[in-house]
């Protein structure tokens, strides 16, 4: 289990080095996850323990949000006073990914409609 624990955090560690170092505009953990996903392509499976460790990390999830939590509450007032920005980038955002998923999904029906 500490073995594929490693693994995880060497993957996330070499995203978030190649992302600085290269100054690419995606997140470290996301190339990190392209990493893991491309050496488990290689190795054809999931070994069990890996699916062990994952699934543990995901039951000990809800703890990751806790230093989220507490930062909203600390500046609330702050959130209070951006309310307006926030919640039109919220709405704005929200329509453009549903606008964005549509379009999407129309375009690849189409694709597999004909082949």
Request: glycine content about 14%.
């Amino acid at each position: 289990m500490l073995g594929f624990l490693t693994l995880i955090l060497v993957c996330q560690l070499a995203g978030e080095f190649i992302t600085g170092a290269l100054a690419l505009p995606i997140p470290g953990p996301v190339l990190g996850m392209v990493f893991l996903f491309i050496i488990l392509m290689l190795l054809g499976r999931v070994p069990a323990q890996l699916d062990q460790t994952a699934n543990g990390l995901l039951r000990s999830m809800s703890l990751l949000f806790v230093p989220a939590g507490t930062g909203v509450i600390l500046h609330f007032q702050l959130l209070g006073q951006a309310l307006l920005p926030l919640g039109l980038a919220l709405v704005v955002s929200t329509l453009a990914t549903i606008a964005v998923t549509g379009l999407l999904m129309q375009w690849l029906g189409a694709g597999s409609a004909n082949g």
